[in-house]
C-alpha cells in the first residue's frame, strides 16, 4: 500500500516559508491528480522557532502520515534535533539540503551518503526577490514525479493575491529547483482529468459542518490550535446574516453563546483544553436550563498550557466528567478533517433538537493538517427535525418550559414572545421554570435530562464501522478522533496479510451507545487504540461495562502521532506473549 503514495518533510526556521512550501507542494499534488494530507508542526512558542510541514500523497485517500518519509527536504538546519522524533527516515529517504546553510546536523550524519545538496539560497539570488523555498519546492516537485505544470499552476492559485510579480518570480524559482534533478518527461506533459476535489483543513471543516448545521453566533477567545475555526467563521458568518464576536475570555464566550442561544440563535464556541477548563461551569448552566449549545475542543497536549502547537486526544475525561452534579450532555469526536463537517453538522443539529450542551472534540492533528478531500457529504438526518421544538402561546394556559414529556424534550420559547416567558438560571426548578428544592422537583428534571438524551435514537452515525467479521476471534480495532486515520491503515495491511479486522471508529463517545458497541464487536478480539497517556476511552468503555471480555488497551501520549506500524507491532507483540 505505502508504494503507490509519496511523502515528505520539509523544515526550517519559522518564517522560512516550510509550511508555505508544504501548501504549495499538496496543491500541485492534487492538481496531478493526487490525493493528500499535510500536517504542520512548530515550537512551544508557536510563531518563530522551529517549523515543519510533513505531506503524503498518492491515488486513493489518505488517511494518515504513514510510518516514514521518502523525502527530506531542509530549508535550514534551525532545531532540527526538534524534529527528531517527528520525522522518520529510512535507508532509503532522500534528503535535500543547501549547503549554505552549514553542515549535516549530527542527526543525521548517518544519512550523509543519500544527500543531495543544493543551492537553495544562491539560485535564489538570482532572481530578483526569488525566495529559496520556492526553490525547495522545485526540487521536491521533481523528486517526488510531480509534473512541472502542476506546481506551476499551483504556485499561481496560492500566489495569485500578492500580484503577478511574485508569481512570476516564484515560477522562476520552482523552474531552477526542478532543474537540479533528473526528470523523465514529466515537465512536458499533461495533467491528466482531476476529478473535483476539496482542499480544507480540520478547523475549517469544523466551521464548515457548524454553518450547514446551523449555527448563526459564535463568541470566543482565541486559542492554539482552534483559532483558525475562528478565522474561517467570521467573514462567512458575517455573510450569512451572522455574527462572530471576540469575547475578552472563554468565561465570556461561553455565557455569550448560551445567551445568543436563550435567545434563538444557534450558537458555538471553539476552543482548546486551558478554554474548556474555564468553561465548565458555563456548560453546566446549558445543561441545567437547557439551552441549546456547541463547544468545539481542538485538543492539544495538556495538562494546563500544555504544549499549544502538538496534539493529544486527552480531554475525553474533562468532556465525559467535567461538569458537578448530573449533567448529561453529548460528547462527540470528528474522525479525520472531511469528517469534522459531518460531525459539526450532526452535532449542531443534535443539541438543537435535545436542547443540551454538545462538546465536539477535534485536535491539533485534524485542525491544522489540511487535506486533499472528496467533498464531503451532507448527513442524512431523517430523525431530526431542522430547528427545535418551539413553544405556541394558548390563551388561558400556563406555558410550562420545563414540562415533562414522554421523550423529555419540552417545547422552547424566545424572549419576548407574549406568554411564553420563563425564568432560566442554573437552580433546579419545577415544570414552569420557577426555582425549587423539592426532591420530586429535583428527581423528575435529572431523569428529564438524562432521558431524552439516552432514549434518543440516534441512528448509524454514532460510530464509522469498516471491515467485516468472518467469525469468532476475528480482531476489531476500536478508536476515535485523530488515531482513525492510522488505525485505518493498520487494518487494512492486516487485512492484507490475511486476518480479517475490523474498525469501530466512535462519532458519538456519549450518550454511549453501548448496545450498538456490544452488537458491533460481538466474538472478535478487541483492542482500543487512542493518544492519550492512560486509555482514556478503553477505561471509559470498561466502566459503561460495553466492552467484551479480554479488551486490550492500546495508547501512549501524545505529541507524536500514531503511526500505523506501531499499532500492528503492539498487537504482534501481545499476540506473541498468548
Not at 518519509?69 to 538546519?77: E, G, P, Q, T, Y
Not at 486559542?223 to 450569512?240: G, S
Not at 486526544?313 to 472531511?338: E, T
Not at 474498525?503 to 450498538?516: M, Y
Amino acid at each position: 500500500m505505502s508504494d503507490c503514495y509519496q511523502s515528505c518533510a520539509i523544515t526550517g526556521s519559522g518564517g522560512s516559508g516550510a509550511v508555505t512550501a508544504g501548501m504549495l507542494v499538496l496543491e500541485a499534488a492534487a492538481r496531478a491528480g493526487n490525493h493528500g494530507l499535510m500536517t504542520r508542526s512548530a515550537g512551544p512558542q508557536i510563531r518563530g522557532g522551529e517549523s515543519a510541514a510533513m505531506l503524503r500523497f498518492g491515488p486513493a485517500p489518505v488517511t494518515c502520515m504513514g510510518d516514514s518519509f521518502s523525502i527530506l527536504a531542509a530549508l535550514d538546519w534551525g532545531n532540527f534535533a526538534r524534529f527528531a522524533g517527528e520525522i522518520p527516515l529510512t535507508a532509503e529517504t532522500l534528503i535535500l539540503a543547501d549547503p549554505g546553510a552549514g553542515k549535516l546536523p549530527p542527526e543525521l550524519e548517518a544519512y550523509r551518503a543519500q544527500t543531495r545538496w543544493i543551492n537553495l539560497r544562491e539560485l535564489a539570488d538570482a532572481l530578483p526577490g526569488g525566495r529559496f523555498n520556492m526553490v525547495a519546492v522545485g526540487a521536491i516537485a521533481a523528486c517526488a514525479a510531480l509534473p512541472l505544470k502542476a506546481v506551476l499552476d499551483a504556485a499561481a492559485a496560492i500566489l495569485n493575491t500578492k500580484g503577478p510579480e511574485v508569481t512570476e518570480t516564484a515560477h522562476g524559482c520552482i523552474r531552477l529547483g526542478y532543474q537540479q534533478l533528473p526528470t523523465d518527461g514529466r515537465s512536458r506533459s499533461a495533467l491528466p482529468e482531476v476529478p473535483r476535489r476539496w482542499s480544507l483543513s480540520g478547523n475549517e471543516a469544523a466551521g464548515l459542518g457548524a454553518l450547514r448545521g446551523g449555527v448563526r453566533f459564535v463568541a470566543a477567545y482565541p486559542i492554539t490550535p482552534a483559532t483558525e475555526v475562528l478565522e474561517w467563521l467570521a467573514p462567512r458568518l458575517a455573510r450569512l446574516g451572522g455574527a462572530l464576536l471576540q469575547a475578552e475570555d472563554e468565561l465570556a464566550s461561553i455565557n455569550m453563546i448560551i445567551g445568543s442561544s436563550f435567545g434563538g440563535v444557534p450558537s458555538m464556541t471553539a476552543t482548546s483544553g486551558p478554554g474548556l477548563s474555564l468553561m465548565m461551569e458555563g456548560i453546566g448552566l446549558a445543561v441545567a436550563s437547557e439551552t441549546p449549545i456547541v463547544v468545539v475542543n481542538v485538543m492539544r497536549g495538556g495538562p494546563s498550557t500544555g504544549i499549544p502547537t502538538k496534539s493529544e486526544q486527552a480531554d475525553l475525561n474533562i468532556a465525559l466528567h467535567g461538569l458537578h452534579g448530573d449533567a448529561p450532555h453529548l460528547v462527540l469526536a470528528a474522525l479525520d478533517i472531511a469528517d469534522c463537517v459531518l460531525t459539526l453538522h450532526w452535532a449542531t443539529r443534535l443539541a438543537e433538537h435535545l436542547q443540551t450542551a454538545a462538546i465536539v472534540l477535534s485536535d491539533q492533528l485534524l485542525g491544522q493538517s489540511r487535506s486533499i478531500v472528496d467533498p464531503p457529504e451532507m448527513p442524512d438526518l431523517p430523525n431530526l427535525p431542522l430547528g427545535r421544538r418551539c413553544a405556541e402561546a394558548v390563551p388561558g394556559s400556563d406555558y410550562r418550559r420545563y414540562q415533562l414529556t414522554e421523550d423529555g424534550i419540552s417545547p422552547i420559547s424566545a424572549p419576548g414572545l407574549s406568554g411564553l416567558s420563563y425564568t432560566a438560571d442554573g437552580l433546579e426548578h419545577n415544570e414552569s421554570g420557577t426555582p425549587s428544592s423539592m426532591a420530586a422537583d429535583h428527581g423528575a428534571q435529572l431523569a428529564k435530562r438524562r432521558d431524552k438524551l439516552t432514549h434518543f435514537d440516534v441512528g448509524s452515525l454514532w460510530a464509522e464501522i469498516t471491515g467485516e467479521m468472518t467469525g469468532a476471534g476475528d480482531l476489531c480495532l476500536l478508536t476515535w478522533g485523530s488515531s482513525h486515520g492510522a488505525v485505518l491503515e493498520a487494518a487494512a495491511r492486516l487485512r492484507a496479510s490475511g486476518r480479517p479486522t475490523r474498525v469501530i471508529g466512535v462519532r458519538l463517545i456519549a450518550p454511549l451507545q453501548r448496545e450498538a458497541l456490544r452488537a458491533a464487536t460481538a466474538g472478535a478480539s478487541v483492542w482500543v487504540v487512542e493518544l492519550n497517556q492512560d486509555g482514556q476511552l478503553f477505561h471509559y468503555l470498561r466502566s459503561e461495562a460495553a466492552l467484551p471480555e479480554g479488551a486490550r488497551s492500546f495508547s501512549r501520549s501524545g505529541p507524536l502521532p500514531l503511526r500505523p506500524a506501531e499499532i500492528l507491532d503492539a498487537i504482534a507483540a501481545e499476540s506473541a506473549d498468548d
